[in-house]
């Protein structure tokens, strides 16, 4: 069963296709790392599959059910059971890092204890221990990015969607977090569909690479 | 390099100096003259009666804010992030009470609820003389001054909604179904300016004389100003009027309070646009019940003045007893917006640049002086301007911009901060790079861009100067007094069909700055 799949995908904003007719699979546990030039369709490709968006025509699919297809949304983006890092993090300001983790989780009606016990286990993997009554504000750039994939990851999510993450961290930092990332992969297992404009970082991440360019798949 | 410092500097000076001069002097004197004869305070305060009339301004005042609150936050909630359809309409139709004095709205429920009311002659006229005692007295207030107010609340609500970065909300959806996303991220992200709503709503009803006055409900600026015009005890008004000193001080606390530093969640750059809340079957059903309640608020009682009021005979009437009155408020209302507009952007300046030591004091005392009630503004500029040496000032309608200056200038210099804060300061260092003075980068290279910031400044705070009651009342120099101030002095005598047509007239004059708004965005777009 694929975790994500595509299925003659359309996606328009005004008379400009944002993806044009675009079909792909992802295999569970895969890295797949959507990469091509700015405006290609990478960021609407994550976005169709978070469900914030309908296709216009075609099908998406997410662990082997229809979620989305011609213009109407199916399966809503909280009932999709996916992680996703944003470009700009979106932590929520007015929640400590523990809280930001804990929202996540509060949605699968789980034990408080469980809840705790899987908070502090994810903030032990992505080195943030100590830091889960301090609000986002107060942590450095590098803290916040691990913050935004522990909040991604900490559901067990059948895929975690990445934006662009890294784009906005200096060579050094980026690079640790790459391996972050990977290490992450490689202990808990989730599929990753990694967005980026960076060959660096499409080399380092990916198992697979869908390049994009104009809203279809660019074939080598 | 010197020169241009000083001109720099002098501006910014002179225009701090004009909003101390305009305000802080004022309640400084009035406080320090009141203070010299401990006398007033004990006898006033010490009054059973001021603290009766204390006691029902604070009813009316927690009522009106309980309830513009209950239905403005939630209205709020659903124009800016659900698909209810004609969100725009709606808005702007519980947003037009905001343009009127609330005094109006007070007329036009008496033309529904009065004994001679519509629902009087509907009903007969027992009933109308059940709901004419209801109207005339605290619950007919708390219904006039909700809906008054109600549109600061749903206005601000969605600006602050709308304001909250839909990343935010979209990280959550991930996890969560809408209710759980407004409740748990965007009602706490845009608290800050909800609760500024109504904290506002609470010092605007804490200080609104008109509505309470013809009502008859005796509230504390009533008592205040019938203190000064009745028996013309000036210590006596000092006296009364020093707890809206402090209602006002309570309330600016708070604003700084809830404020201060707060503003981390409006950060983004707007580029998308937010998810909205799909209604799915209760949508056409809301719409419904939301378009009902504005026909009952908004155009039952305005809907009744027109009906009252919309006869040549009561037009011409109207037009013949208050047509100079009508002609000054436009004038003066147009001088003072544009005295506000110009003070309001080297006030943003100093406040967005840190321009001199004391802008946040600037800012603080700019809030102080909106918060006060206009009836203590008034008596501050009567106990400053009031003497044989400034009767040049004080017997000319000068004294009223003065008064309009110092209420309204934190409106005028907010809305052109907001242009400021959109604007990189580099573009100003780029002309001065360039080597231009002072002046030049104001007018050639600040004002043009900050344009629509200024225009909607100007707009807004004529406005704000056409609706005012108690400042033209206390300060308008006999024979030239205002619309607002003429219908307030008719209303003792006049009959229903005259008020009703100097209420229309009224609503007219605020069609003038919303034209002019128009047309200076026409001619921006043509231009651009």
């Not at chain 2, 904290?199 to 509505?211: D, Q, Y």
Request: proline fraction near 5%; hydrophobic fraction near 55%; aromatic fraction near 8%.
């Amino acid at each position: 069963m694929s975790a994500i799949e595509f299925q003659g995908v359309w996606k328009r904003y005004d008379d400009r296709a944002a993806v044009a007719g675009l079909s792909f699979r992802i295999e569970e546990g895969e890295r797949v790392v959507v990469h091509g030039p700015s405006g290609c369709g990478k960021t609407t490709v994550l976005r169709l599959i978070a469900g914030f968006l309908a296709p216009d025509v075609g099908r998406v699919l997410v662990g082997g059910k229809p979620v989305a297809a011609d213009g109407r949304i199916l399966v809503s983006p909280e009932h999709r059971h996916l992680g996703m890092v944003f470009q700009d993090l979106a932590l929520w300001p007015h929640l400590t890092v523990a809280q930001n983790l804990d929202f996540a989780l509060k949605a699968q009606r789980l034990a408080s204890e469980i809840r705790r016990q899987r908070i502090a286990d994810m903030l032990a993997r992505v080195q943030l221990n100590g830091l889960a009554d301090v609000y986002p504000a107060r942590l450095s750039g590098g803290q916040q990015q691990r913050v935004a994939i522990a909040r991604a990851l900490v559901a067990q999510p059948l895929a975690v969607l990445m934006d662009e993450p890294l784009s906005n961290l200096d060579d050094e930092l980026r690079d640790e977090l790459c391996g972050q990332i990977l290490d992450l992969h490689a202990q808990l297992g989730f599929t990753l569909v990694y967005v980026t404009h960076s060959k660096e970082e499409m080399r380092r991440i990916g198992s697979r690479v869908i390049r994009l360019r104009d809203g279809k798949e660019e074939i080598p | 390099m010197g020169r241009l410092l000083i001109s720099r500097q002098i501006t910014l000076w002179t225009a701090v100096a004009v909003l101390i001069i305009a305000g802080v002097l004022p309640l400084c004197l009035v406080l320090a003259t009141s203070l010299a004869d401990v006398g007033n305070y004990t006898s006033t305060l010490g009054n059973a009666r001021i603290w009766r009339i204390f006691r029902t301004s604070l009813v009316l005042t927690v009522l009106t804010t309980v309830l513009a609150g209950f239905a403005g936050i939630p209205l709020g909630l659903l124009f800016a992030r659900t698909d209810l359809p004609m969100r725009r309409v709606l808005t702007f139709a519980l947003s037009m009470p905001l343009l009127f004095p609330p005094y109006i709205l007070a007329v036009g429920w008496y033309e529904v609820l009065g004994r001679g009311g519509l629902l009087a002659q509907w009903a007969g006229s027992p009933v109308g003389e059940v709901t004419s005692r209801w109207l005339f007295g605290l619950p007919g207030a708390v219904l006039v001054l909700t809906t008054a107010f109600l549109p600061v609340v749903l206005l601000l609500t969605m600006t602050y909604v709308n304001a909250v970065n839909p990343t935010l909300e979209q990280a959550a959806r991930l996890f969560s179904g809408w209710p759980a996303v407004i409740r748990s991220i965007t009602i706490p992200l845009a608290a800050p300016g909800v609760l500024l709503s109504l904290v506002l709503v609470f010092l605007l009803t804490m200080g609104e004389f008109g509505a309470p006055a013809f009502l008859r409900v005796t509230v504390f600026p009533v008592a205040t100003f019938t203190e000064l015009t009745a028996f013309y005890n000036f210590g006596a008004a000092t006296a009364a009027a020093l707890p809206l000193v402090a209602v006002a001080l309570l309330g600016l606390t708070m604003e700084q309070r809830v404020l201060r530093g707060k503003s981390f969640q409006f950060g983004w750059d707007g580029g998308r646009e937010p998810s909205l809340l799909p209604l799915g079957r209760i949508r056409t059903p809301l719409c419904l019940l939301v378009t009902l309640a504005v026909l009952l608020v908004v155009a039952l009682p305005l809907g009744a003045l027109v009906f009252r009021g919309l006869s040549l005979a009561a037009l011409g009437e109207a037009w013949d007893r208050a047509g100079g009155s009508a002609a000054r408020s436009l004038g003066y209302s147009a001088v003072s917006a544009t005295a506000l507009a110009g003070l309001g952007f080297f006030l943003a300046y100093v406040i967005h640049r840190r321009a001199v030591v004391c802008w946040r004091w600037v800012d603080a005392a700019m809030l102080f002086l909106f918060t006060l009630p206009g009836t203590v503004i008034g008596i501050g500029l009567i106990a400053l301007w009031n003497r044989r040496s400034t009767n040049w000032i004080y017997a000319t309608p000068a004294i009223l911009v003065i008064g309009y200056v110092a209420q309204y200038a934190v409106i005028g210099t907010r809305i052109i901060l907001a242009g400021f804060a959109q604007t990189s300061s580099a573009v100003e260092e780029a002309a001065e790079v360039a080597g231009a003075g002072w002046f030049r980068r104001v007018f050639g290279i600040l004002v043009p861009i900050l344009g629509p910031s200024i225009t909607m400044s100007w707009v807004v705070t004529f406005l704000f100067c056409l609706r005012d009651v108690s400042l033209p009342l206390l300060l308008a120099p006999p024979g030239y007094d205002t619309l607002t101030a003429r219908t307030m002095t008719l209303m003792a005598n006049g009959s229903a069909e005259l008020i009703a047509a100097l209420c229309l007239l009224s609503m007219s004059l605020t069609a003038v700055p919303l034209i002019v708004y128009g047309a200076a965005r026409r001619m921006g777009s043509k231009a651009t």
